[in-house]
């Protein structure tokens, strides 16, 4: 099952299991490789007043399932 940093509260982060959900029209989804964590950015939506918060803006990542509505890119 795979993981996600989630930030729930103010200066709480933790690392939750999460479902994928099945793919909507437009949408791509692959195994991550790779994926970055920053920290002034993090520390900055940690000091927030909404919350939860589920980052996640830079990663990189094989292909793995394709919805309708997408061009250009394949599974492997």
């Known amino acids: 099952?795979?993981?996600?940093?989630?930030?729930?509260a103010k200066?709480?982060?933790?690392?939750?299991?999460?479902v994928d959900l099945p793919l909507n029209s437009?949408?791509?989804r692959g195994r991550t490789v790779?994926?970055?964590?920053?920290p002034g950015t993090?520390?900055?939506w940690a000091n927030g007043?909404?919350?939860p918060i589920r980052p996640g803006y830079s990663a990189v990542f094989e292909v793995e399932?394709?919805?309708?509505?997408?061009d250009g890119y394949s599974a492997r």
């Not at 200066?11 to 999460?18: A, S």
């Not at 790779?34 to 920053?38: A, D, E, I, Y």
């Open 26 to 28: 437009g949408e791509i």
């Open 34 to 38: 790779c994926t970055l964590v920053s």
């Open 65 to 70: 399932e394709v919805a309708d509505g997408v």
């Open 11 to 18: 200066q709480t982060f933790r690392l939750d299991r999460y």
């Open 49 to 51: 007043d909404v919350f």
């Open 1 to 8: 099952m795979p993981h996600e940093i989630t930030i729930p």
């Open 42 to 44: 993090e520390l900055g």
